[in-house]
């Protein structure tokens, strides 16, 4: 059993800043990939930001230069900084990663439950 569960999110005026953190915890060997993704109401989930287990980053071109993602290996832990929001980063932010049970075994894709990020004008 695998948990993901994120904190950060909020309310926050335009040019604002949110740092979003998601914790991995449960029985698990290791993590390889960690995600950010967000779903605004009538619009289909998308990719926000990516880090793989060496550090490699991509980003949607919406949030290039404006977000940043990271992450700490010993904590389990992915975040997410948030910065010069504006209205249409307004969306239910949600923690992805790919981890698996046992040395050799099978990658799964795991999600957290999701944190509302809502930014005003």
């Known amino acids: 059993q695998v948990q993901l569960v994120e904190s950060g999110g909020g309310l926050v005026q335009a040019g604002g800043s949110l740092r979003l953190s998601c914790v991995v915890s449960?029985?698990?060997?290791?993590?390889?990939?960690m995600a950010w993704y967000r779903q605004a109401p009538g619009k289909q989930r998308e990719l926000v930001a990516h880090?793989?287990?060496?550090?490699?980053?991509t980003y949607a071109d919406s949030v290039k230069g404006r977000f940043t993602i990271s992450r700490d290996n010993a904590k389990n832990t992915v975040y997410l900084q948030m910065d010069s929001l504006n209205p249409e980063d307004t969306a239910v932010y949600y923690c992805?990663?790919?981890?698996?049970?046992?040395?050799?075994?099978?990658?799964?894709?795991?999600w957290g439950q999701g944190t509302q990020v809502t930014v005003s004008s």
């Open positions: 992805n990663a790919y981890v698996r049970w046992t040395s050799g075994g099978d990658w799964f894709a795991s």
């Open positions: 449960g029985s698990i060997f290791s993590i390889n990939t």
């Open positions: 880090i793989t287990n060496g550090g490699t980053t």
